[in-house]
């Protein structure tokens, strides 16, 4: 099992910045990637950012440049992935859901954070 512990949401103002965190921790030599999520009111979750094991990231159009995703590996029963935010619009503003792809029985399985709130405005 994976377990994912975020922090760091809030209420920012338009072009201010925010730093995402999440803790997994459990079967966390079995991840092979890490990323975030966000889901808006009335839209659908969408993928923000994703890092590989190989340390390989791929972000969605509209946070390139001003999004960067990282991990840091403490030990080998807990790794950390962080988000961090600059120069953020109204339009950031949504639930950031961690996410976690483990590989475990021959096949991939999603895990989720609990979810942070991004509230961008003015």
């Known amino acids: 099992q994976v377990q994912l512990v975020e922090s760091g949401g809030g209420l920012v103002q338009p072009g201010g910045s925010l730093r995402l965190s999440c803790a997994a921790s459990?079967?966390?030599?079995?991840?092979?990637?890490m990323g975030w999520y966000r889901q808006a009111p009335g839209k659908q979750r969408e993928l923000v950012a994703r890092?590989?094991?190989?340390?390989?990231?791929?972000?969605?159009d509209s946070v390139k440049g001003r999004f960067t995703i990282s991990t840091i590996s403490r030990d080998n029963a807990k790794n950390t992935v962080y988000l961090q935010m600059n120069s953020l619009k109204p339009e950031d503003t949504a639930v950031y859901y961690c996410?976690?792809?483990?590989?475990?029985?021959?096949?991939?399985?999603?895990?989720w954070g609990q979810g942070t709130q991004v509230t961008v405005s003015s």
């Open positions: 459990g079967s966390i030599f079995s991840i092979g990637a």
């Open positions: 996410n976690a792809d483990r590989w475990y029985s021959s096949r991939w399985s999603a895990y």
């Open positions: 890092i590989t094991r190989s340390g390989s990231t791929n972000y969605t």
